[in-house]
């Protein structure tokens, strides 16, 4: 069998379905954003690890190290919050091709180091390997949360109010945008080798980011929601479910609804836009809500809480109610301004 036929996230299924825990403190294993352990009554453990890989996950034609480095970080970081829990330690495991130099490893190290102080975490160690394929990077985040903090995908009910932060499509709009001047660049040396010239000889290329600084800082360094889940406790708001949007909008929301054994309805003209995302969208001849709903990479928190939470959830800034959780025989459906429905499809990675 092709890994084409089972896509990623059926892939994932294929392979842990059949997991058994047998320690006592693996409380939760495969298919939330972290595993969860129990060491003491009071506290539970939060790991979770990302691998990124060169040409597949970043292009370093365009990605500063800095830059990578700080978003590696960031991504692990959003999945802590994402359960409801505090990073707290954090391992870096890179694999290097001879291409790379010192200077280039303690750049990709500076933004790993500057992302874990925003977040109070530490860097407690990891691993080092040579590579034949370029860049790669793993990272496993260590967190925690209070026992009864703890939240997950699976606790979602009916006629829960399903809410967003921030604005969505940014990011996959910032790296459209980096993919376009790199096509344009990409075209000067090809036609500098036709005329026989060097590259070098090139003056220095200056890609058009004007007006559009705000979708590159979504795709090169994302931030992870630490604020949200502060607001959300300081309005004694406990979410019934909750999961980080990386893989897009519509991927997440059907994790929730498969895991929850609910339905949902999302409404397309409550979905959080930025203006700059409209306008890049528009100019690409892209639809924006496709955008919001598939792109990925924005790391925001989507969660549910009960409807008699609507109030206080509505008063906190940056949250928008974008939905509802149904009964599951009702579908997983986005509701369109005309007032039409359609069927949400998870995108996730797809084998090449």
């Not at 997991?19 to 453990?45: F, M, T």
């Not at 975490?121 to 990077?137: E, K, W």
């Not at 406790?233 to 498969?258: F, K, N, Q, R, Y």
Request: hydrophobic residues 40%; contains cysteine.
């Amino acid at each position: 069998m092709e890994i084409a036929e089972l896509g990623e996230f059926g892939l994932i299924h294929h392979l842990t379905d059949d997991i058994e825990l047998q320690n006592a403190e693996s409380v939760k294993g495969v298919g939330d954003d972290c595993a969860v352990l129990q060491y003491s009554v009071d506290e539970r453990v939060l790991v979770t690890t990302d691998l990124l890989l060169e040409g597949v996950h970043f292009d370093l034609q365009y990605v500063p190290l800095h830059h990578l480095g700080y978003k590696a970080a960031m991504v692990n970081l959003s999945d802590i919050y994402a359960m409801n829990g505090r990073p707290r330690q954090l391992t870096v495991s890179i694999g290097l091709s001879k291409r790379f130099r010192v200077e280039d490893v303690e750049a990709l190290y500076a933004g790993i180091k500057r992302a874990c102080a925003e977040h109070g975490c530490d860097v407690v160690g990891g691993d080092t390997s040579a590579s034949l394929t370029g860049l790669t990077i793993s990272i496993t985040c260590i967190g925690a949360a209070r026992a009864g903090d703890v939240v997950t995908r699976d606790a979602a009910q009916v006629n829960d109010l399903l809410c967003v932060s921030g604005d969505l499509g940014a990011a996959y709009m910032g790296l459209q945008l980096l993919e376009r001047e790199k096509v344009v660049y990409n075209q000067q040396v090809r036609e500098a080798l036709q005329r026989g010239e060097k590259p070098e000889s090139l003056p220095p290329f200056q890609p058009d980011f004007s007006g559009r600084e705000y979708l590159l800082q979504r795709q090169l360094t994302p931030q992870a929601r630490r604020d949200i889940v502060e607001k959300l406790a300081e309005a004694g708001i406990h979410p019934t479910a909750m999961i980080d949007i990386s893989d897009g909008l519509s991927s997440e929301v059907m994790h929730l609804c498969e895991q929850s054994h609910t339905g949902c309805r999302i409404y397309e003209d409550r979905i959080p836009l930025d203006y700059q995302t409209a306008a890049m969208a528009e100019e690409l001849n892209m639809n924006v809500t496709t955008c919001a709903l598939n792109g990925g990479e924005d790391y925001e928190l989507l969660f549910t809480v009960p409807l008699t939470d609507h109030d206080r959830v509505s008063a906190i800034e940056d949250v928008h109610i974008i939905g509802h959780m149904t009964k599951a025989e009702q579908g997983k459906l986005l509701v369109c301004r005309d007032g039409a429905e359609m069927t949400l499809k998870a995108q996730g990675w797809k084998a090449t």
